[in-house]
């Protein structure tokens, strides 16, 4: 480890012991401060109640119909979820203007196939799944960054969970 990243984790440390801070949280930002290139992370776009950790690897995406890519997701929901609305907006990184951007109506039809009996969600019962998902789609995806943004509500119109991450998608036709 370099003397930078040692004077940090140290500082970091020493502030969880006077300030009695959560461990596994200052383990994440110890880890975001490194550096994982090899995970995606996604980051909470809405009220800090609605926290959830999604992840996956590897980070670079390859839509070859060769590779595959694992997601862990981690959450504890503040209200329960069986349906609702999800809207999607896509953007190609660093562009503000979507190139896509919609709204549909979700229920637990759409997850369970996925992961089977995930849903409905109940709230204050933690959700944790890992499940590795082969990249493949009937028309090719151009490499590029997008900047992808989910928010998903509740059957009455209120927030259920906000996700944005940027998906890295590589050529696929040189690897």
Same mark, same amino acid.
């Given at each position: ?43 909470? &776009?809405? @009220? +800090?109640?609605? *926290? ?5 690897? =590897?980070?670079?995406?390859? %839509? ?38 919609? &709204?549909? @109506? +979700?229920?637990? *039809? ?5 992961? =089977?009996?995930?849903?409905? %969600? ?54």
């Amino acid at each position: 480890m370099a003397p930078m990243q040692t004077a940090v984790l140290v500082l970091m440390l020493v502030g969880c012991a006077l300030a009695q801070v959560d461990w596994k949280a200052s383990a994440n930002a110890f880890q975001k401060l490194l550096g994982d290139d090899d995970k995606g992370h996604a980051e909470n &776009c809405g @009220d +800090a109640k609605h *926290n959830f950790t999604l992840e996956w690897s =590897p980070k670079d995406l390859n %839509f070859d119909q060769k590779h595959s890519v694992t997601i862990n997701f981690d959450m504890t929901p503040v209200e329960d979820w069986s349906s609702g609305k999800a809207c999607i907006t896509v953007n190609l990184d660093p562009y503000q203007e979507p190139i896509y951007q919609g &709204c549909k @109506d +979700a229920d637990c *039809n759409m997850i369970n196939p996925y992961v =089977p009996g995930a849903c409905p %969600f109940k709230a204050q019962k933690a959700i944790k799944l890992s499940k590795s998902i082969p990249l493949t789609t009937p028309i090719p995806i151009p490499p590029s960054d997008y900047k992808i943004k989910v928010e998903v509500q509740t059957a009455s119109g209120g927030p259920f969970i906000c996700g944005q991450a940027v998906l890295h998608v590589v050529d696929s036709y040189k690897n």
